[in-house]
Structure formats: C-alpha cells, structure tokens
C-alpha cells in the first residue's frame, strides 16, 4: 500500500540499538506529531473539507499504514497503535449494522466526533500559520529603538495625624520632666566634721555626759538630726578606740554617755589584732 | 450699532478659536513626544494622565495617526493602546541585519495558537486540540517570551492551572485586541470554543481579561514561582507516547 | 513642429522629476524608519549602508530634521550622528512624579510638635527640650513638608533662627488655629501623660502669628537660601551621644 507520504528511515546515531544488537528502524513519519497528525494529513488527501470525508476511508488507510509499517518492522510509538486499535474497532461497528440506541455512542457519532476533532486541529494549524504571517514586533516592524524612558521622581507626602503629634509632644515632656530629677542637697555632717567637732569638745568632758546633749547643738533642722547623730557616733567610737574617750551605755538603745579618758595620749595605739 | 456688535462677537469667537487650536497644536507636540518615547502602547487613559487636564486624547491621537499615516513611522492601535511602529511595508528593508527573532517551532506556534484562540485554556485541553502531549519546555518559552501568563486556576477536579496571553502577546503580533485574531470567524463558526468546556459553561470566544471567569479560580501565591505545574508526566514535545486517543 | 519638441523635453523634464522627487519621499520614509527604530544615532554612513544606493543622506537627514523641528520630537546631531529625542522645552513631561507616601520619623514628628507648642523656637530650644541634638535634616525634612517655617531670628547672641509652624501645618492637622493644641490639662485628660507629672512642668502658649515678637528681629533675604544654620556639629539624631542635660 502506498502511503503518499514519505516514511523516512532515519539511521543516524540517535536510533536506538534494540537488545539483540540489531539496529532499530525508526519511522520517523515524516515529522508527524502523534497519530491526529498523521490522520489529518491522510484525511487531507481524501478530501479538502474535512465534514465530507469518510472516516470508514480514513480508517482503513491508517490501518493499512500501520501494517505496512508493522511489516517492515518499524517500531511505531504506543500511541500510533492504540490509535490503530481504536479506529479497527470503530472501523467493524461501522460495518455492522447498528445495534438498537443504547448507553453508548453511535459509530456514527464516534466518527462525527473524530472528523470533528481532525477539523479543529486543522483549524488551529490555519490559525497559528496566520498568526506567524503577522508583522510580528521585532521582525516586520520596530518600536523606537532607544526608548526615553520615564523619569520616576518620587516626592515624599509626609504623613502624620494629630495624635501622633501630640502623644510625640507628650511623652518629649514627660521624659524630658523625668531625665531632670533635680536631687535636693542633702545636708551630711560628715565624719571628718564630726570628729573635728568631737575632739573639740572633748576636753570639756570631765565628767559623764550624755551624747545627744552635745549633738543637740549641731542639730539645727530634724532632717539634720539622722546624719549628725550617725556621724558622731562613729567618731565617739573611733575616738574610744584611740582611748581618748570613754564610753558608756547602760541598756539597748539607751543614751550613751560620754567622758574625756582620764589619761588622754599623744599618739594612738596601734591595735594589737587590726 | 449692530455691525460693530457682530463684528465684536465675530472676533471674539475667534480669538477663542485661534488659542483653542494653539492649545490642541501644543498638546499634539506633548502627545506625540510621549508616544514617541514609549517603546510599549499606551492607553489613551496613559496619555490623559501626562498631558495637561482638558487635552483631548481622543482627538490627539487620531490626529496624529492621520499626520503619520504612509510615512516610515506610523502610529498604530495595539493592545489596547497607541504606539509609534516602522511601516509594516518597509519590513524588508528594516530586517536586514536585525537579529531574526527566535524562530518558534512548530509545537510552539500551535501551542500559543490554541492559548491564544482558546483562552483561557488548561494544559489538558491543549494535548486534547493538538493529539500529543505538551511538553513543559513548550509552554515555558512562551511565559518566557511573555506571551503567555498564568491566569488561574480551573474549577475542576484537580484544579489544573489555566493559560491565556499577554498584552505584549497582542503588541508583538500586531492586535488591538483579542477579539482582532485572524480568522476567528471561522473558528467561531466551527463549534471549536466548543471543545471539551463542560456544557453550560461555553463561553464562545478567547478572552484574555484580567477579570477571571467564573469557572476559574484565582492562582495562589506559591503558584507564581511555580508556574508549571506538573500534571502526570513530563514528556518531551515530540514524544511518540502522546496522550490516548480520548474519543 | 518645435513647440512640440520642446513639450515633449519638458514633459521628459518634468516626468524625470516627478520620477525623483517620488524617490526621495520613499527614502525619506525609509530613513525616518531606521532613525527611529536604531537604538543609537546613526551616522550618515550608517544611513547610507541601509538605504537604497543612490539615497542622497545629506538631503533626506536635513529635510527629516527640518520636518521634525519645532514638533514634539526633533532629529538631533548627537555624538556624531543622528537621533530622534523629544523636545528639549518638553522634558518635563518625561519625568513622572510619583507621590510617595511616608511616615514621619519619631525625632521629626517629635521636633514638630515642639515647634508647634514652644514656636518661636530656636533649634538650641528645640535641642534643650528634646536633651539630643537635632539634625540638619529633620528640620529640612519639616520644611520640606511644608510644615515648619523659618520666622525670624531671636534678638540673643548669635542670632539664632526661630522656628515656627505654617498654615499647612494647621491643614494638615485639622487646626484651626495654633491656640486650638491641646493645652496641658487636656493632654492630661486625654492620657497622653502616664502616671505623675513633675510640678511645674508648663506648656507655653504657642503663637504662629506672623508678627514677630518683640523677642525676634526680621530674617535676612539670604537667610532664605541657606535656611539651616549649623549650630555645631551635626550629630545623629536618634545618636546617644546627645547634649549632656544641661541642669
């Protein structure tokens, strides 16, 4: 049977080598894409209308195709063969008288459908080879060739609402208030006050006498009181210690009575375990 | 007296029709430096936005694609807007030693055919119009070109993306509009748009809208940096396993 | 017959020049095309390579620039050669400007509201209150806004600026007036103070009259153009190095 197309047997490199080491045939058919392709191009030469041509026809050419093929030992893709198959099948229910209406499709229809489906492929093929024939962009015709293109020159809307001024207002206040504790000086009548005041009166001390009567007179302000009672009391205590004075004090937390030592010395004593 | 009143509103007029036309002629020279530099069509809601508030686009734009008509440079309707192009008639001489675009192969060609006719399309639909699997490479090197864009995704059972074309699609190819593709009479007339569209949902013609229909759905975020989804396997273009007969 | 002889060499004359003027409008459409779709100025060589033999270049580049000036887009002589740009009176038009909406930054937002309670304020006022140095371009960028405006200059030593707020200040806070800020106790009552405030903590009365105080003496004109004194050094706004608190 002879198909008007030509089968090519492509032996390049590319074709595979079968298991048993014997080149492998493969048809290229002439660039078809899957057996619709190879359909529409045998359709093609029944008929130029694709609605008149007779599918029974079509059928028994592509069957015969794949037989020849077969018979030639070409190795022909899945899908060729299930198309084969298919068109066997509808072939022999286009031949038999039909069977009363049931679930199923008409062959008539089953061939009405495929003659559809040969006539939208050929109509997408019309489509894209016009599409191609347009004066593409690039090829036929050119935009400029050094576009000037549009300066951005972005200009800053500051936003900002009333709250947020006044809460920024607020809170610069607030810290502001807060990083500037003004500390109120603190009146301390330091050690070295004390003890210069302590020594001075110590000569005065003959006898017993109570603390806080000599402080009294340092105290100008209660707020005073807290720093001069301390700081003397440390004084009195490192001036004991240096035995120039002697200290008395008869419970917890009673006054403590002070009197100059009876034999004052020039220098301190050192402290035997410092 | 009556002469001179008619004489007064006479000049009158015209004064305000001399600076109406200096005003037109100035908007012109600011219009057409504005297409000028554009590479890519503008809208006339473009144009309106740059040109001074009362300029009258629509007049602009006719008047100039009048002034440039049979000239080397022609102002011309695309995708959905104006754009300055070389005359179509001087393509010979102008690709003389410009770089032949990538010619598209066959499969390519048909593959954006069948998108660009049957918008929005899925990939399913393509393999059925064309009998063969389409291989992803395909539909890559059209997104890529810019031709071909994601739209969304189909409400159906497995939700496969669907496909329609660009507006640099309608630029490279010379179209105001989808609605401008060559030989879609035809198409129209053969029940094509028919294809496998569920029935009830057939809409008849391509649509590249922004506006999804109503059997799609919007594409996620991760589909954008995903844009080709996988749907079985990946066969080469030319493969000889192409999908079954589906009859 | 002589009359006709000489007809017939006219009418050869005149055939001959129709014939070349026609020529030249072809190449002439043919030369604006591949001006304007060259990505750089070509040389009258370059036109002479693509054009049909015989083109007079010269002629056609003049007549195309001479066709083009005082239109939206001129043929200009550039770096050799020639090219279409647009019309250098319209190269605003080639700019966009785009709005760019941005918050106003903690420090700027904070200057502002001092300016607008304590105004006229010096920017050593602004600094003294705020305990960190305020940059140049906070200042600049409440200036720029449109908000803050140069008064005049404190009659003190070292005539320092004094700052205070404008009209769009009022508009864009929905003011009517400056005296309309909420005054201490409402910002109490309003909660924008947290917990115990210090006694004796004041918010002044603000005035954005236009009137100087008697405090302020006239800016100078050249004060406009170098609006920002640097008082010191420029030290980072938000930078912790600020002025040491001044007690």
Known sequence: MAIGRTIDFDDDDRAPVREDGEPALVVDVGGYEGPLDLLLDLARRQKVDLREISILALAEQYIAFVEEARRMRLELAADYLVMAAWLAYLKSRLLLPEPPKGEEPSAEELASALAERLR????????????????????????????????????????????????????????????????????????????EALERLVGHAVDWMVLDDYLVRFVSTPSERATVRASALSATLELAREGRLALRQERAFGPIWLKAASAPRADPVPEPAA | MNADRRFAALSER??????????????????????????????????????????????????????????????????????????????????????????????????????????????????????????????????????????????APGRPVTYGTTRSFLDHFGLDAIGDLPGLDELKGSGFFEGRLPTGLAVPLPSDDDALREDEEPLEDGDLFMPLEVEGEDEDEEGEDGAPPSL
């Open chain 1, 120 to 195: 939208r492929l050929e109509l997408i093929r019309a489509a894209a080879k016009a599409l191609d024939a347009r004066t593409r962009l690039g090829r036929d015709v050119h935009a400029r060739g050094a576009p000037e293109p549009m300066a951005v020159r972005t200009r800053p809307l500051y936003e900002a609402s009333l709250y947020d001024l006044l809460k920024a207002y607020a809170a610069q206040r607030q810290k502001q208030a807060a990083s500037r504790v003004t500390l109120r000086r603190r009146v301390v009548w330091s050690l070295v006050e004390a003890r």
């Open chain 2, 14 to 155: 015209m004064s305000a029709e001399i600076a109406e036309a200096r005003l037109h002629a100035e908007h012109l020279r600011m219009a057409e430096a504005l297409l000028f530099a554009s590479a890519e069509p503008m809208t006339e809601a473009d144009l309106a936005e740059r040109l001074p508030t009362g300029a009258r686009v629509g007049r602009l734009v006719e008047d100039i694609a009048a002034y440039y008509s049979g000239r080397g440079v022609n102002l011309v309707k695309l995708a959905g807007g104006w754009a300055f192009r070389t005359a179509g008639d001087l393509s010979w001489m102008m690709a003389k030693d410009v770089v032949e675009p990538r010619k598209l192969s066959r499969a390519a060609l048909e593959t954006l055919a069948i998108v660009a006719y049957h918008q929005p399309v899925t990939r399913a639909e393509i393999e059925d119009i064309r009998g063969v699997s389409t291989s992803k490479g395909t539909l890559d090197t059209l997104i890529e070109a810019g031709w071909v864009r994601l739209r969304g995704r189909r409400r």
